[in-house]
């Protein structure tokens, strides 16, 4: 990746190509967004995706276990079913395969500039459009939709001494796959939901495992199963049996919100499920003492799986319930002084979220830098639009995340609100469009006074939700059928809206 501050902002001179819209990512979010502009009849788009291929989250993250921990028949797009799915929670080269195909079968490679990132993006209030640079060269843009992806900067703790360590050093996003782990003493940093799908998955093959807990997560059984070949035949042969089966999930899914959103004591039945799943599985007090959280289930990801606790219990693993302290050249130090001696570290430490690279990088109204107008608290209009950056619509923005359903069905939400404010803006010959301050911080201030209630806030823990202000700008706090209520029409009493610049077309 290039440096964010070498290229912040700088737009480069040349001859620009124009793009009605500009496509920022070719994940589950860009690919949604050209696959719907087709549909609305706008083929003058391009796709910049940085990687080398389509997928996006499922492209990058290639560690063993990798996979969804939604239910396929739902963690796809409701215009695509796959009646193929092999299992009912699919491994990662599945959902990147469908991915790729979902491209193919809407004829969008050709739309996309692999291997080109967008270093900078400015308005341009006189030309009504966006400036867009990219490792491919210069473009312009009358729209931009990004889709950068909610966890896909992999983040690294700065620990002192990493960069003298003599070993391997990896981020589970970011697989090394030439080093081979066979016979290796590794250090496993996390515990969240990559190192539940990657520990057991290396156990087998490693000398010794240290697993670095900071805190522990509250685990269910895992649900995953094959889907068998006559289910798959129903599948194709009754395709609105698959879209039951999706609708099941959905509600399923949903109903975790009442005790999420509106009465986490109503939460304490699961954590029931969890614990007894945690006694059944770890008969060590000891370890089962150190394997229980210390906050209410739900506030942070609850994460399933059948093999987590067994892994934790094989003789070549090792729990240690603290961070790091720092790491030596041949191994890393745990805070009681004690030095473990491994040759492979491993981060499953997660993602920048709430600091996502891309805001520096994109300059509104008078070249005010998104970075600088969320100043570590990032606030949009229903998660799509920001006040003083026309023209811009974010897939998975602020407060559109969630714990417990799949971020599809909100990806494909926002898509309707987008085709449609774009619809509204052809409707009334506008080139500009630009969310009013105050319909955004009305909006933002019911989602905090919301958030005040949820398990997310009165739980305890400390999560990768919050922001760096200790606010949570990450979690959708409401049953997710509000926000596509909320979405499914664009509401131009929000917005300001105004006519091209002379010349432009809309
Ligand atoms: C291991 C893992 C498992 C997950 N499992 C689930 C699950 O089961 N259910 C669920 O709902 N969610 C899950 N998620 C969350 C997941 O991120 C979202 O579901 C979904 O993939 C988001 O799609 P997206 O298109 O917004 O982002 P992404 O899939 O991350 O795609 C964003 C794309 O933008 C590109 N990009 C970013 N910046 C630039 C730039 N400057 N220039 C060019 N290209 C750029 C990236 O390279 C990337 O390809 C998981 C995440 C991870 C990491």
Not at 184 to 206: C, D, E, F, H, M
Request: glycine share 10%.
């Amino acid at each position: 990746m290039v440096d964010t501050q070498e290229h912040e902002g700088t737009i480069s001179a040349g001859e620009p190509r124009h793009v009605r819209v500009g496509i920022l990512g070719a994940g589950f979010g860009g690919l949604g967004t050209a696959i719907r502009l087709g549909r609305e009849g706008i083929d003058d788009f391009v796709i910049w995706e940085r990687h080398e291929d389509v997928g996006g989250t499922w492209w990058a993250n290639t560690y063993p276990g990798c996979q969804c921990d939604i239910p396929s028949h739902l963690y796809s797009f409701s215009f695509a079913p796959n009646p193929e799915w092999s299992r009912t929670y699919p491994m990662q080269p599945e959902l990147r395969d469908y991915l790729r195909r979902c491209a193919e079968r809407f004829g969008l490679i050709e739309r996309i500039r692999f291997g080109c990132e967008v270093l900078a993006a400015e308005w341009d209030e006189a030309a009504g459009r966006w400036r867009v640079d990219t490792s491919d060269g210069p473009f312009t843009a009358d729209v931009l939709v990004a889709a950068p992806g909610p966890l896909s900067e992999p983040s690294i703790p700065d620990l002192p001494g990493l960069g003298g360590f003599e070993g391997e050093v990896f981020h589970t996003a970011t697989w090394n796959h030439d080093h081979d782990l066979r016979g290796k003493r590794v250090a496993i940093v996390g515990t969240g939901a990559s190192a539940i799908q990657v520990v057991p998955a290396i156990q087998p093959l490693v000398e010794q495992l240290t697993v670095f807990q900071r805190t522990p997560p509250w685990v269910v059984p895992h649900r995953d199963r094959p889907i068998t070949e006559p289910e798959r035949r129903a599948y194709r042969r009754f395709p609105l049996l698959q879209r039951l089966a999706r609708a099941g999930v959905y509600f399923g899914r949903e109903l975790l919100v009442p005790g999420l959103a509106y009465q986490p004591r109503i939460m304490k039945a699961v954590e029931r499920l969890a614990r007894a799943n945690l006694r059944r599985e770890i008969p060590d007090p000891e370890l089962r003492e150190r394997l229980t959280p210390d906050y209410a289930i739900g506030c942070k990801r609850i994460l399933p799986s059948s093999s987590w606790y067994r892994t934790l219990m094989e003789p070549n693993v090792d729990v240690v319930t603290s961070g790091v302290e720092e790491v030596r050249p041949n191994g890393v130090v745990c805070p009681d002084g004690s030095v473990r001696e491994v040759d492979t570290i491993i981060f499953a430490t997660g993602f920048y979220v709430t600091d996502i690279p891309i805001a520096p990088r994109v300059r509104g109204v008078g070249g005010a830098r998104l970075s600088e107008v969320w100043d570590g608290s990032p606030r949009a209009y229903r998660g799509t639009a920001v006040a003083g950056f026309p023209n811009l619509f974010f897939l998975v923005g602020p407060n559109t995340g969630l714990g417990h359903n799949s971020i599809v069905f909100m990806i494909e939400a926002q898509l309707a609100y987008v085709m449609d404010a774009l619809k509204a803006m052809r409707r009334r010959g506008a080139g500009r469009i630009e969310v009013r301050r105050e319909a955004q911080e009305a909006y933002n201030a019911r989602i905090q006074e919301r958030m005040g209630r949820t398990v997310w806030t009165t739980g305890g823990c400390s999560s990768w939700y919050l922001d760096s202000k200790g606010k949570n700008t990450t979690i959708w706090p409401d049953f997710t059928f509000r926000f596509w209520n909320a979405t499914r029409r664009f509401d131009p009493e929000a917005y300001e809206l105004a006519p091209a610049p002379a010349g432009v077309t809309t």
